[in-house]
């Protein structure tokens, strides 16, 4: 029986049962698309990298002897459609059976079960093989429960998996050390030198400059940075391990001017692409403690395994259990469009020019840079949810919507109204000065809420917190701060709203 099988953009997994032996009934398909590049506009290092890595995948899988059908983005027979390349090729291969990989995006999971629906010929779907979980363990493991905390489904897995788990208790007696890893780094535990691979991907960059695709961001105008094999990736990983895992927990939420990435692993991109699997990330960071747990606190560990076991398979599940309505959440109302400066970097405000231009120059910023500066800024200024989402989605190269829309939507901007976080992430200037040295050489005072050079998020949250009040006061975790402002005199709260909406009215100025 002569088989089309397809495979994704993100589902680079070699080590997946389908590649186990080749077929000479069987062939693979893979396209770099306009379909693709176009909904919305990506970094230029997200899409040099995506190609980049499906032509090696590619690659190696003629290698192994599997026939490959691969369409380059200006090649002559490619549409440009994910279902008008998949008609051509069942048609011109004389195909009986159409397969393909589950996708992790609800557009392109529509798209092929519509496609498929109208086949007159078999269609079998099968699993990445990738994830800890099921696309609807997490329906499953929330059912009939009034809030998703993600604690409590984090908690279920370690035990799940026994992963640092003794006797069915946290090893380190904790199951979560979140208290020791807020650290501000001041340059007192130094940080290698960052892997870089180079890869010269200079004929890629051609290719996109050729089909007159639009991306934003920069490029090293020959090589690129992060991992395009598994090869590489396993290079990562281990370096990781070796040189960044003994402060990573103390750091992770730690900003810097003089530092981008500071002991953070840079493997999301191999990680999201299906490079590399969950799995064997945590079991090589798990052999590495063992190795050396007298070197390496638990704290460091457990803070990097939360992220992947409990936050990564908490967001996936939570896409499927929620989309396609979630997609549409507003719970705040914002209509505002993002600033000009999200694009350039131009602002005045330090951490947002220094999170901002790492994310133009690297396509890269870590959790905390998205969450508490640019997300907290989006989110103080009321910008609409559909614009963040398109920015984020977009800027970073190891954004792929199934995690990007939940921690964007949901964690950073609230806009589900309390699905996935317990209360909005927003700050004001003294969050970011604890984390960061950004406020040191800030035009603006980080101790300063009225006057023309106060720190702009300082009198952006009093703002935020009084606009809302009658959607949040009720917020478990928000009565300390709303006994604060109800206590502030009607004069000054007048001044934070006149200040607030001159910033929001001229945010280029800013």
Same mark, same amino acid.
């Given at each position: 029986? #002569?088989?089309? #099988?397809?495979?994704?953009?993100?589902?680079?997994? *070699?080590?997946?049962?389908?590649?186990?032996?080749?077929?000479?009934?069987?062939?693979?398909?893979?396209?770099?698309? #306009?379909?693709?590049?176009?909904?919305?506009?990506?970094?230029?290092?997200?899409?040099?990298?995506?190609?980049?890595?499906?032509?090696?995948?590619?690659?190696?899988?003629?290698?192994?002897?599997?026939?490959?059908?691969?369409?380059?983005?200006?090649?002559?027979?490619?549409?440009?459609?994910?279902?008008?390349?998949?008609?051509?090729?069942?048609?011109?291969?004389?195909?009986?059976?159409?397969?393909?990989? *589950?996708?992790?995006?609800?557009?392109?999971?529509?798209?092929?079960?519509?496609?498929?629906?109208?086949?007159?010929?078999?269609?079998?779907?099968?699993?990445?093989?990738?994830?800890?979980?099921? /696309?609807?363990?997490?329906?499953?493991?929330?059912?009939?429960?009034?809030?998703?905390?993600?604690?409590?489904?984090?908690?279920?897995? #370690?035990?799940?998996?026994?992963?640092?788990?003794?006797?069915?208790?946290?090893?380190?007696?904790?199951?979560?050390?979140?208290?020791?890893?807020?650290?501000?780094?001041?340059?007192?535990?130094?940080?290698?030198?960052?892997?870089?691979?180079?890869?010269?991907?200079?004929?890629?960059?051609?290719?996109?400059?050729?089909?007159?695709?639009?991306?934003?961001?920069?490029?090293?105008?020959?090589?690129?940075?992060?991992?395009? *094999?598994?090869?590489?990736?396993?290079?990562?990983?281990?370096?990781?391990?070796?040189?960044?895992?003994?402060?990573?927990?103390?750091?992770?939420?730690?900003?810097?001017?003089?530092?981008?990435?500071?002991?953070? *692993?840079?493997?999301?991109?191999?990680?999201?692409?299906?490079?590399?699997?969950?799995?064997?990330?945590?079991?090589?960071?798990?052999?590495?403690?063992?190795?050396?747990?007298?070197?390496?606190?638990?704290?460091?560990?457990?803070?990097?395994?939360?992220?992947?076991?409990?936050?990564?398979?908490?967001?996936?599940?939570?896409?499927?259990?929620?989309?396609?309505?979630?997609?549409?959440?507003?719970?705040?109302?914002?209509?505002?469009?993002?600033?000009?400066?999200?694009?350039?970097?131009?602002?005045?405000?330090?951490?947002?020019?220094?999170?901002?231009?790492?994310?133009?120059?690297?396509?890269?910023?870590?959790?905390?840079? /998205?969450?508490?500066?640019?997300?907290?800024?989006?989110?103080?200024?009321?910008?609409?949810?559909?614009?963040?989402?398109?920015?984020?989605?977009?800027?970073?190269?190891?954004?792929?919507?199934?995690?990007?829309?939940?921690?964007?939507?949901?964690?950073?901007?609230?806009?589900?109204?309390?699905?996935?976080?317990?209360?909005?992430?927003?700050?004001?200037?003294?969050?970011?000065?604890?984390?960061?040295?950004?406020?040191?050489?800030?035009?603006?005072?980080?101790?300063?809420?009225?006057?023309?050079?106060?720190?702009?998020?300082?009198?952006?949250?009093?703002?935020?917190?009084?606009?809302?009040?009658?959607?949040?006061?009720?917020?478990?975790?928000?009565?300390?701060?709303?006994?604060?402002?109800?206590?502030?005199?009607?004069?000054?709260?007048?001044?934070?709203?006149?200040?607030?909406?001159?910033?929001?009215?001229?945010?280029?100025?800013?």
């Amino acid at each position: 029986m #002569r088989k089309l #099988r397809l495979i994704l953009g993100d589902q680079l997994n *070699s080590q997946h049962s389908w590649f186990l032996e080749a077929n000479e009934n069987v062939t693979y398909c893979m396209f770099e698309m #306009r379909q693709e590049t176009d909904y919305v506009t990506h970094h230029i290092q997200k899409v040099v990298g995506f190609f980049a890595a499906m032509r090696n995948f590619a690659s190696d899988l003629e290698k192994s002897n599997h026939e490959v059908v691969y369409f380059n983005i200006n090649d002559t027979k490619n549409t440009q459609s994910l279902v008008d390349n998949l008609a051509l090729l069942l048609k011109e291969k004389n195909i009986e059976k159409f397969e393909y990989l *589950s996708p992790d995006e609800y557009r392109l999971d529509t798209q092929l079960k519509e496609f498929s629906a109208h086949l007159n010929l078999e269609t079998e779907i099968f699993s990445t093989e990738h994830f800890y979980t099921e /696309r609807a363990d997490l329906e499953t493991f929330f059912k009939g429960k009034k809030q998703f905390l993600m604690e409590n489904f984090y908690r279920n897995m #370690r035990k799940k998996h026994q992963i640092l788990v003794v006797d069915n208790q946290p090893e380190g007696g904790k199951w979560n050390f979140d208290a020791s890893n807020r650290k501000k780094w001041k340059g007192e535990a130094l940080i290698p030198q960052e892997i870089s691979f180079d890869i010269d991907v200079t004929h890629i960059i051609d290719a996109i400059e050729k089909a007159e695709i639009k991306t934003i961001g920069k490029i090293n105008s020959k090589y690129f940075e992060y991992p395009i *094999s598994r090869s590489q990736a396993l290079i990562q990983l281990a370096y990781f391990c070796e040189h960044l895992l003994v402060h990573f927990g103390d750091y992770q939420d730690a900003m810097h001017t003089d530092k981008i990435y500071l002991f953070h *692993s840079r493997i999301s991109f191999a990680m999201n692409t299906k490079m590399i699997s969950p799995k064997e990330i945590i079991e090589t960071v798990l052999e590495t403690y063992r190795r050396q747990e007298n070197v390496i606190d638990i704290s460091q560990v457990e803070g990097f395994i939360r992220q992947i076991l409990g936050w990564r398979e908490y967001m996936r599940g939570m896409y499927w259990m929620l989309m396609p309505d979630y997609k549409k959440e507003n719970f705040f109302e914002n209509k505002n469009k993002l600033p000009d400066f999200f694009w350039t970097g131009k602002t005045k405000m330090n951490c947002l020019k220094n999170a901002i231009n790492n994310s133009l120059d690297n396509g890269y910023a870590h959790h905390i840079q /998205r969450l508490m500066i640019t997300g907290n800024f989006a989110l103080l200024t009321q910008i609409h949810p559909d614009e963040i989402d398109a920015w984020y989605l977009g800027i970073y190269v190891d954004a792929i919507e199934w995690v990007q829309l939940p921690n964007t939507r949901g964690m950073s901007q609230f806009a589900d109204g309390g699905k996935i976080a317990t209360k909005p992430y927003v700050s004001s200037g003294s969050y970011i000065s604890k984390m960061s040295n950004y406020c040191d050489a800030c035009v603006y005072k980080k101790a300063k809420k009225f006057e023309a050079d106060a720190c702009p998020f300082n009198t952006l949250y009093w703002n935020f917190l009084d606009e809302k009040q009658e959607k949040l006061s009720s917020n478990f975790r928000m009565k300390m701060m709303y006994s604060l402002l109800n206590k502030m005199s009607s004069e000054d709260r007048t001044k934070i709203k006149e200040k607030a909406n001159h910033i929001i009215e001229h945010l280029d100025e800013y």
